[in-house]
């Protein structure tokens, strides 16, 4: 008996590994050689495809495609029909498959990207940024930023729960009493300053 659960009308292909107490939902398809952490929530109609890397305890809604070269970290969200890419410049005539053709996209400890949002490839999106619903975000993001808009710009700060830090001068708070303390330390920069 595993120590995952799977819906019996998803698909798992061979040479993927599965972590403790992660579940897989209806109609999804895991494609070889993903590896897939702990504790990750999988929603249904999601696609993982070939040798994507998802850390522990992140959550994917319905209807997401995390295409080969996206990689997420732990604790990551991905909010309902959010859109990855991994082609620059996609063609159907001149097929680009395999790792040589893909710009890699990494998504950070605790980001959280809304739903209908899309992340063109070739971007990081920092630690615990949050992108808003239906941005489209085109280059990297910092970590904690607060990214909305078509292209996606950023309009302020975050605390590690998702919460708009405000900031006095160059220091802020989201005012929640169990969260940090922020400094800014530059236009794309803060640093904790603890609780």
């Given at each position: 008996m595993?120590?995952?659960f799977?819906?019996?009308s998803?698909?798992v292909?061979e040479?993927?590994v599965?972590?403790?107490d992660?579940k897989?939902?209806h109609?999804?398809h ?5 590896v ?11 696609n993982?495809g ?19 070269g996206?990689e ?5 969200f991905?909010g ?6 991994n082609?620059?410049?996609?063609r ?6 395999g790792?040589d053709?893909y ?25 615990y940024?949050?992108?808003?619903a ?6 990297s ?10 292209p ?11 919460h ?6 160059h ?12 400094r ?5 920069t803060?640093v904790s300053?603890?609780?």
């Open positions: 595993s120590d995952f799977v819906h019996e998803s698909y292909d040479q993927v599965i972590g403790k992660t897989i939902w109609f999804s895991i494609q070889a050689g993903a897939i952490g702990e504790g990750v929530s999988i929603g249904q109609n999601v993982i070939n040798n994507v890397r998802i850390g522990n305890a992140v959550k994917i809604q319905n209807n997401v495609s995390v295409y080969e996206v997420l970290e732990d604790y990551v991905c309902p029909s959010m859109v990855f890419t082609i620059l410049n996609p159907s005539e001149f097929p680009q498959r790792s053709f710009a890699p996209t990494l998504v950070k400890r605790s980001a959280s990207i809304g739903a209908n949002a899309t992340i063109v490839c070739g971007s990081t999106i920092g630690a940024a949050l992108i808003a239906g941005a489209v975000v085109t280059q993001v910092p970590d904690h930023a607060l990214m909305v808009g078509v996606a710009r950023q309009v302020g700060w975050v605390c590690k729960r998702g708009r830090i405000q900031f006095k001068g220091e802020g708070h989201c005012g929640h009493p169990e969260c940090e303390s922020y800014q330390e530059g236009p794309e803060i300053l603890g609780t």
